[in-house]
């Protein structure tokens, strides 16, 4: 490149560069002039603008969508109520104020420590919400008082009340205040409101987005402390959506009534076809109503230590061994893999000898000969033994699974637990020790009995039993109808709406009429809790699942009875029903912790709840192409028939 | 001899880095300060979300400028067609699956990272027209024929930028161009043809260019009592904000308009509300000074450059800052419409401040290196 070009060039450049920079200065120049303009000659205008005219937009809350049960039983709506707020600014000492607010509404010393930690945090001119729910009596003290309190006034805003209580508690769930967390997982600016509510706990939750409903906004005129001058415009938000749930209040609550003398315990009842869960009883609960306005830390923390966990759904978190009610899968197996046939014998002496290993029966002296419909009927478990040992695990494992032992419902509730259903490959990565990865044979058989590592909920159980009953459907279990009660349409088989497992119908018949021999003949192990009625009769299999080992030692001095031992190492009482035998529609799951044998806890509460069902439901067969809502209808005009 | 160069790669390396341009540095960290003070303000007096959070990509921004003002004034020029291809392939693919936000595709998510390729492109065009005009012969810059390919250079992001739709970086390019052009010598009067061309081609970008929403801006700006709760309550707010802070503000965390939230964006493009409600003109007034520090460093360094693609990269990246200040300020002010310009190194963002501070370095090393420093950047 010449030199003379070069500089050419650069002195351009350089020319108009300083050029480029004086235009820049200019403009920054005239930056700063426009400035000079709004901020110190037409200062005083906009002063007074910002003092005195201001428009703020808020947000509405929405109304909360309302739960209904599946009869239109409201249990969970939005009601009016009173609460008091205080603006600290014009309060002037917050701590004098809250003393005599003392004297007029309840105040506990954690309210107190919330509203001035809030005082603290937020700008004097916003109310901050001292108390909600305030009764009648309580606003009309206020009004009278509130010469005496300035700044502190009684807004009507809405309260969450569950009119049932307890008896869905652990179905409905509850709401709460938003925390730091769920504020940052949810961008909904409904969030930001402190008076806004969301789902913490069961369907509140898991349909929050949808009960939730759209906020409206509000152009208010405010002054300068931020108090509202005037309203400028509104735009109504949307009310979120009802709910309705598959559950019927009346037969929960006969559900609960049942299990309640016991001390802990679940009820399920579902209707095999469709998956309505119409009973979901978990005792003992709590009272959601408590949650709303804020629970006392010492009622939070009875809560959490009970050792019974009355805040656990133990339907769908709790997990125990199942005990003998897991024969039906093993059972299954047996007849779907070709493992044995259903006439073949196994000799149950009482015992069963593996290796060194002894393995008893319930039935001290055994029960002889048994082919497969008696070993289910008198639910002997060294055929089971002898059954699972010819298995092997990983059979087994593959049909449980199938009738949705260990795997989760996918019910629409959190906080579900899935069980564990043992296969040789779930040990390995279970244990970490090396010596405790291999499965030992000891294992497979008492799994056949449904101890050892097999766990199921109480969901799961109803749902095996519905998946045996409805022809080897995969039902899925559900809490909350797609349509509102009055709009459905006609009842559904499960072959309609779900796909099959694959099992031979022969196979499951084999299995159906052995649960229906175990709850209707003489020597079944729940002849005694049989239903008489006819037309009405069930098939079940009661379960007695183990806390505790038995020892040799303990086995030679006889075993001591349950009711001699303390309650925490009783067994569980189970029991699984179906109902009715022809053409069945509902199945159940009755747990009763530590309750002792299934046959004589567990059964009657099923017994009991399966007849009540079906009074009021019917079965299949007299109802075909009703719609669910058959019982309430038929009870006005008496019509059965009318086809949807 | 490998090694010999290895060894002699290193202590140059060394070397460029003591000739960092601190005055610069320093002016940077003084806006960005101001931008932590506004933010803290903004969030109620509250490091968090935004404060803590700004600062510590200022930390990064600063480390990535050193970075870049390290590396040879060579590479970068070798890199520039390269970088600007590259952010074409960006931009293009934003295009097509970009993360939408704002209403536009102008974010493209690249694992955790979200990039804006628009921000990206601004530099690299920069860059790429530095080192094209660094290689054309001055007599052949008045050729008509010279000029076609660094048009291209423009047209084509600028084309992809606008159908984002993003008018404010669009404008932001094409101005960066044109006066890269008039830096390397094109004639007065080309300007004066495009300007006019632009002047007659305005009523057919209003019916067929511009989105719904841009028009309504620009209207609204027009006459912004138009709407007074609509599209005008940015604009409204900002001034009331503005002017109630008189001359000396009405103190730190103290703005009733800030703080009883009716300016919007304020902790992003409208941040000069902030700054201004609470600490008056003056405040105003300091921080168009500390932009004018930054100015006035990168004028010095255009004029220390020894080679043509030096001083295009500096007097560039310091009309891209100038613009950004500018644009924003004048929107804040009421003097232009509200496009999504944000201010510089203050307001609230990682994207607008890495892209300075990238730029910054880059100048940095192409004020310092060249033919001059020993280095050829090309081997001729």
């Known amino acids: 490149m010449p030199i003379s070009e070069n500089i050419d060039q650069s002195r351009k450049f350089t020319r108009r560069l300083v050029l480029l ?418 499965w030992f044979p000891g294992e497979t058989a008492i799994a056949g009995i449904g101890q050892g590592y097999v766990l199921a909920t109480p969901l799961q159980l109803a749902v095996m039993t519905a998946r045996l009953a409805n022809g080897g459907y995969a039902v899925a279990p559900r809490l909350v109808a797609d349509r509102p009660p009055g709009n459905r349409t006609a009842y559904r088989r499960a072959q309609d709406g779900f796909r099959r497992l694959g099992f031979d119908t022969a196979n499951l018949g084999r299995i159906g009429e052995a649960m229906a021999a175990a709850a209707n003949e003489t020597g079944g192990t729940a002849f005694w809790t049989r239903i008489a009625e006819t037309g009405m009769e069930m098939a079940g299999k009661t379960g007695t699942s183990q806390v505790r080992r038995i020892t040799a030692a303990e086995r030679a001095r006889g075993i001591v009875k349950n009711e001699d031992l303390p309650w925490r190492r009783r067994d569980h009482a189970l029991f699984v029903a179906y109902a009715p035998l022809d053409d069945p529609r509902f199945a159940c799951s009755v747990i009763v912790e530590h309750g002792g044998g299934g046959s004589r806890v567990a059964a009657p509460i099923a017994r009991e709840i399966l007849l009540e069902t079906q009074k009021r439901y019917g079965s299949v067969a007299e109802r075909a192409g009703l719609d669910l809502d058959f019982a309430r209808r038929a009870g006005g005009s008496g019509i059965p028939g009318d086809i949807r | 001899m490998q090694e010999m160069d290895l060894s002699r790669e290193r202590t140059s390396a060394l070397r460029r880095l003591g000739s960092i341009d601190w005055g610069l540095t320093l002016s940077a960290c003084f806006a960005a300060a101001v931008g932590f003070v506004l933010l803290y303000s903004a969030a109620g007096g509250e490091f968090f979300p935004w404060a803590a959070a700004q600062m510590g990509r200022f930390g990064v921004a600063l480390a990535v400028m050193i970075a870049t003002a390290a590396i040879p004034p060579r590479l970068w020029y070798r890199l520039a067609y390269w970088m600007w291809g590259l952010s074409v392939l960006l931009l293009l693919a934003a295009e097509f699956r970009g993360v939408e936000g704002g209403g536009a595709e102008r974010w493209i998510a690249l694992g955790p990272l979200r990039l804006q390729p628009s921000e990206v492109m601004k530099i690299a065009l920069v860059v790429a027209l530095a080192h094209y005009f660094h290689t054309v012969r001055f007599e052949n810059v008045r050729r008509i024929r010279t000029l076609l390919p660094p048009l291209f250079l423009l047209l084509v992001p600028a084309a992809l930028v606008l159908k984002q739709p993003d008018l404010g970086t669009t404008v932001i390019l094409i101005a960066v161009a044109g006066v890269i052009f008039f830096l390397a010598g094109v004639r007065w009067w080309k300007f004066a043809l495009v300007g006019a061309a632009a002047a007659a081609a305005v009523p057919l970008i209003w019916t067929y260019g511009l989105q719904a929403y841009q028009k309504q801006r620009l209207l609204t700006f027009l006459d912004p009592s138009s709407d007074p709760l609509g599209a005008g309550f940015h604009i409204t707010q900002a001034k009331i904000a503005l002017g109630s802070g008189g001359m000396f503000g009405k103190g730190f965390l103290n703005g009733t308009q800030i703080h009883l939230n009716f300016v919007p964006e304020m902790h992003t493009d409208f941040i000069l509300a902030v700054l201004a409600e609470e600490f008056g003109l003056v405040g105003a007034l300091a921080l168009t000074a500390i932009y004018g520090l930054i100015l006035y460093h990168l004028l010095a360094a255009a004029l220390r450059a020894k080679t043509q693609f030096g001083r295009l990269v500096v007097s560039g990246v310091a009309f891209t800052f100038f613009l950004y200040a500018f644009i924003n300020l004048a929107m804040v002010l009421g003097l232009l419409p509200v496009v999504g310009v944000p201010l510089p190194l203050v307001s609230y963002g990682g994207t607008s401040m890495l892209t300075l501070m990238f730029g910054f370095g880059l100048a940095m090393s192409a004020a310092q290196g060249g033919e001059a420093a020993g280095e050829p950047l090309t081997e001729e």
């Open chain 1, 21 to 438: 920079m004086g235009v820049k200065g200019l403009a920054l120049a005239g930056l700063t002039a426009r400035m000079y303009q709004l901020q110190v000659r037409d200062s005083e205008r906009y002063t007074t603008l910002a003092e005195e005219n201001r428009i703020n937009t808020r947000l509405l809350l929405p109304l909360r969508g309302r739960i209904f049960d599946r009869h239109g039983r409201p249990v969970a709506v939005d009601e009016e109520d009173y609460r008091v707020v205080m603006v600290a600014e014009k309060t002037g000492n917050v701590q004098q104020a809250l003393d005599r607010l003392a004297g007029i509404v309840e105040l506990s010393p954690e309210q107190r420590g919330r509203v001035l930690r809030e005082v603290r945090r937020r700008r004097r001119f916003l109310p901050v919400t001292i108390a909600s729910g305030l009764t009648w009596e309580e606003v009309a003290r206020m009004e009278v008082n509130a010469p005496d309190l300035p700044g502190v006034l009684t807004e009507r805003g809405y309260t969450r009340v569950y009119p049932y209580g307890e008896e869905i508690a652990h179905l409905v769930g509850y709401v709460g205040p938003v925390t730091e967390r769920e504020q940052k997982e949810d961008p909904d600016r409904l969030l930001k409101i402190p008076e806004f509510r969301i789902g913490k706990q069961g369907v509140e939750r898991t349909y929050d987005r949808r009960l939730r409903g759209r906020g409206g906004t509000q152009r208010v005129e405010i002054n300068a402390s931020g108090r509202v001058q005037r309203e400028l415009g509104r735009k109504e938000g949307t009310p979120g959506d009802a709910i309705h749930m598959t559950i019927d209040m009346a037969l929960q609550q006969k559900a609960l009534a049942l299990i309640r003398p016991h001390r802990a315990g679940s009820v399920v009842v579902m209707d095999i076809h469709t998956g309505d869960v119409l009973v979901m009883a978990s005792t003992p609960g709590y009272d959601p109503n408590l949650f709303i306005h804020g629970l006392r830390a010492k009622t939070w923390r009875a809560l959490q230590t009970n050792p019974l966990g009355p805040l656990l759904n133990k339907a769908v978190s709790g997990q125990y061994a199942p005990g003998s009610t897991f024969k039906m899968p093993v059972a299954l197996a047996g007849l779907e893999s070709g493992a044995i046939d259903a006439g073949a014998r196994f000799d149950c002496p009482g015992v069963f000898q593996l290796g060194r290993a002894k393995f008893h029966c319930w039935k001290k002296g055994g029960h002889g000969p048994v082919a497969m419909r008696d070993a289910i009927k008198r639910s002997c478990d060294v055929y089971f033994y002898e059954l699972a040992l010819r298995l092997g695990i990983d059979r087994i494992a593959e049909t449980a699974r199938k009738l949705g032992i260990g795997v989760p419902t996918g019910i629409d509730l959190p906080a579900e637990k899935q069980g564990v259903m043992p296969t040789k490959a779930w040990k390995r990565g279970y244990f970490r020790d090396k010596r405790n990865k291999a």
